[in-house]
């Protein structure tokens, strides 16, 4: 099929593209054989509805293999894994003739009470950045595109629709708009999707800074922006930004504001022809790809990557003893609704209609050859009696007392987190801490499985000998708990957020969610783990943390500059345990005595490695230069300081195991002076610098015996100097009696150093 171009459209169905036909189509265009497409939710599967369906239903969609949510497969910190299941995504989209799967998600976990955390990656950009892309480039590899989301500073649900997110540039740069940077820069989504919030005031729908400028601009993005679904404020400005696609249908409303803006004048069409073309493109692009994967789709085969997906989800966070592995043999106590009744996605628009459903209590059953009794435990029902909750903890409690090992499944129900609403704390519900208590109290061979979208507190922790943070494990994550709970499957997951001891330490406890339809950031760069460190708080269990059923040891490492300006740090790992298993090695990198305010350590490059038992492999990381330099806000670009960079290589943020210093040069920053330049930023300046440590030296010698008797024996003049303007100089020539930094002196030598230099 040949999409026409633009210049074949009457202005109306050039405006007519730029909105969707109805709730998931784009609008054809008949006459030139313009067709529609269809685009649809995810992002961990595909939520296609069915003809007539209600778009915010679930029974009407589809069926589709519901893998881990983000909060889960990002926890695997694999590259590989997480772009075979964006492949499978990929595929299951192009069978259903789909042009576009609404994912990934790679907003910042800013707060643990976001209540869409669970689509989420990490609290950190580079984690998101890898591997988003990664997601991206598994989908779009099968022809079919995907909608990077939510762009951007889009870190909570309370007042979504309206609430600014009133950020710093530099925070907002460094950490909240790098991940969609690198996934961007690396991977070309088909189509980026705006948020609804404003950033700093303005919507993020008709931010022109935002869609233009630092999107295409400076990013170099290809695609459409497509607004998420009802974030449309003024559909003309919007447009003049950069917002291409509305979605919804407006049921040609703003088609014929944009028509009448067109006609006086206020809108050039060249805007219109624009946003049509980047619709045309995206039409011509799902037309080329259609029928890229014949059906029908493998439901067996995505069932067991869903399921292995999950078993690298899941991690293990504390083993005390050895509880786990069980043994087969072993006589258990299952307890716990989740165990019978699995959490397994998050609710809002990603909810998926699973092809099957594992539950972990028949995945236990299924591996296990000894006895194994299962008690509910607790009841996730809104109103429970407190006879009904006794009733259901003494069975749990008689369950626990005859068995060798208690596995007590606790979670979050879904009432409590879900897109539209934040949560109002981080605690697991009473009712499950009082079924802990007496459990513990009946056999203290228990081991806790969560089941949670975002992070809970967990107070029980020094008393449990082993928990394993199951997140939301897809549709075959029952079987995928069994599997690590027997050691079928090693478990190598890792914290891509921090699990915090209480809400009051997390970074943003005294600015969430705002007020007033403002949400400030007040912690700035220091966003979790960053925050932790910085403030050297304790915590339940760190970013990147995550043990094995084996151990691993680390060599020294080595880093050196390459040809490109990139780190290469190399290091050898061993497995010294006697099984199988994956560690995620971490580089972090910081700078004593930078010139701004920086993190302790900062995550740059990661990668997760297989190793036999007694087997060494030496694994080489690549820190990106880039990823390397803060934003400068008196330039307004990113800076790469020089300096000698530590380099840590870790298993956790708190876990170094090798460190090693790496000399990095520095990017040339010379800033243009002006008379509120301090003498510090002048003495720096290559030109004028000398010229003012010369007069400096003369207006002293002009003081004489006077500069004693003002500045006492001790007192650092040069110090006292740094931060004093350039420009009130001069009633230190006053003092000296000479005239040495009259003002025409001053605009002379700042004329000199902003002068083009000759090469």
Known sequence: MTIPRVAELTLEEKASLTSGASFWYTKPVDRVGVPAVMVTDGPHGLRKQREGGDHLGIGDSVPATCFPPAVGLGSSWDVDLVHRVGEALGTETSIENVAVLLGPGINIKRSPLCGRNFEY??????????????????????GVGTSLKHFAANNQENDRMRSSSDVDPRPLREIYLRGFQRVVEDAQPWTVMCSYNRINGV????????????????????????????????????????????????????????????????????????????????????????????????????????????????????????????????????IGEFAEKPRYQGAGSSMINPTRLDTALDGIRALAAGDVAYAQGF???????????????????????????????????????????????????????????????????????????????????????????????????????????????????????????????????????????????????????????????????????????????????????DANGDVEVTVAVTNTGDRAGREVVQVYSSLSGSSVQRARRE?????????????????????????????????????????????????????IRSSVAVAVEGDVLTLPLSRTSSMGEVLSHPIAGPVVQAAIAQMMGGLGDSAASIMPEGVDMSKMMESFPIGRIGMMGALAGDGAAAPEMIDGLLAMANAPQQD
């Open 121 to 142: 990656l990490s609290e950190d950009p580079i984690v998101s950045g890898v591997l988003g892309a990664a997601i991206v480039q598994g989908i779009q590899s099968k």
């Open 379 to 561: 009841s996730n029902a809104l109103e429970v009696s407190e006879e009904e909750a006794s009733a259901l903890r003494d069975e749990a409690v008689a369950a626990a007392s005859v068995a060798e090992v208690a596995v007590l499944f606790l979670g979050l129900p879904a009432r409590l987190e879900s897109e539209g609403y934040d949560r109002d704390d981080i605690d697991l519900p009473a009712a499950q801490l009082e079924l802990v208590d007496a459990v513990l109290a009946a056999n203290p061979n228990t081991v806790v499985v969560l089941s949670n979208g975002g992070v809970v507190a967990l107070p029980f922790a020094d008393r449990v000998p082993a928990i394993l943070e199951g997140w939301l494990l897809g549709q075959a994550g029952g079987g995928a708990t069994a599997d690590v709970l027997f050691g079928e499957v090693n478990p190598s997951a890792k914290l891509t957020e921090t699990i915090p001891a209480r809400l009051e330490d997390t970074p943003a406890f005294l600015d969430f969610p705002g007020e007033f339809s403002h949400t400030r950031y007040g912690e700035g760069l220091f966003v979790g783990y960053r925050w932790y460190d910085a403030r050297r708080l304790e915590v339940a269990f760190p970013f990147g943390h995550g043990l094995s059923y084996t151990s691993f040891s680390y060599a020294d490492a080595a880093a050196q500059v």
């Open 603 to 655: 995550l740059k490059a990661f990668v997760s490695v297989a190793l036999e038992p007694g087997e060494t492999q030496v694994v080489t990381l690549t820190v990106r230069r880039k990823d390397l330099a803060y934003w400068d806000i008196r330039a307004d670009r990113w800076v790469v300081e020089g300096g000698e960079y530590t380099v840590d290589v870790a298993a956790s943020s708190r876990d």
């Open 203 to 334: 919507y993020a729908s008709e931010d022109p800074w935002l869609l233009t400028q630092v999107l295409r601009d400076e990013w170099g993005f290809e695609g459409l922006v497509v607004s998420d679904w009802g974030a449309v404020n003024e559909r003309v400005p919007g447009l003049a930004a950069g917002m291409d696609l509305e979605m919804p249908s407006s049921n040609g409303v703003t088609d014929a504001q944009i028509v009448a803006a067109v006609q006086d004048g206020s809108l050039d069409e060249s805007v219109v022809d624009v946003a049509a073309g980047r619709v045309l493109d995206l039409v011509r692009k799902a037309t080329e790809g259609a029928g890229a994967v014949a059906g029908p789709l493998d439901v067996d085969a995505h069932h067991a990557l869903a399921r292995e997906a999950a078993g690298r989800s899941i991690v293990l966070l504390k083993n005390d003893g050895g509880v786990l592995p069980l043994a087969k043999d072993a006589k258990l106590a299952v």
